[in-house]
């Protein structure tokens, strides 16, 4: 049983438009959950968090976790070029020790 | 902005060879990880390491590897004896105490084993 689920994609969308990015998991153990950017060949750089449930907003992205459904999400307003990237989500539990990845979704916001 | 830094950016080995991976964790952090990808798949968690001893380990973590904190700066990772498999990229990851939602990866080493 894996992990965590993530669509792979590849996801293109036009500028301007909304993105909305998912996860699952199954472990109900984990409480912090993370989204991450990642260019091509480069290392995963952190978006946002959220512990346990609920919502968090930073500027154009909203972070969502429901932890009832085992799902979260990451949305992008008002996309941009420069948003295009991979983006992973991870989980972990209290500990933090050892964050568990999505496969990514590749996003191509299109000018 | 203080992040964490890795060497080489590309290191190229013989099957059967040991390589030693090398990373430079943000100062102030006290929690170190070695994550890994192979081209196209998941990052993968090797090891956690903190007050100078592994905290948790992977599956992928066999008797091949080892991790080392040398001097108060570096952190690295030794693969014995190189296999094709091990090919994927190699990344290095710090958090401070209090965060243990915020881990930092630096930007990788390319391992390919020919």
């Known amino acids: 049983q894996k992990e965590v689920e993530q669509d792979p994609g590849p996801l293109s969308v036009p500028e301007g438009a909304i993105v909305s990015l998912n996860c699952t998991y199954s472990?109900?153990?984990?409480?912090?959950f993370m989204w991450y950017r990642q260019y091509s060949r480069k290392g995963p750089e952190l978006l946002m968090y959220t512990y346990s449930s609920g919502n968090k907003e930073d500027g154009r992205f909203t972070a969502q976790v429901d932890k009832s459904s085992k799902y979260i999400s990451l949305f992008i307003r008002d996309s941009q070029p420069s948003d295009s990237a991979t983006y992973l989500c991870a989980m972990s539990s209290n500990t933090g020790n050892q964050f568990y990845f999505g496969t990514g979704t590749s996003l191509t916001v299109i000018p | 902005e203080p992040e964490v830094t890795q060497t080489p950016s590309h290191q190229v080995t013989q099957m059967g060879q040991e390589v030693i991976l090398r990373c430079v964790p943000i100062?102030?952090?006290?929690?170190f990880y070695w994550y890994r990808q192979i081209l196209g798949q998941k990052v993968e968690f090797l090891v956690s390491f903190y007050n100078n001893e592994i905290s948790e380990k992977s599956e992928i973590f066999d008797d091949q590897f080892s991790v080392e904190r040398p001097d108060g700066s570096n952190f690295t990772l030794k693969i014995r004896s190189t296999k094709l498999e091990d090919s994927a990229m190699y990344f290095c990851?710090?958090?401070?105490?209090?965060?243990?939602?915020?881990?930092?990866f630096g930007p990788g080493t390319r391992l390919t084993v020919t």
């Open positions: 990851a710090s958090r401070d105490r209090d965060r243990a939602y915020e881990q930092y």
């Open positions: 472990n109900s153990a984990f409480q912090y």
């Open positions: 100062s102030n952090h006290l929690y």
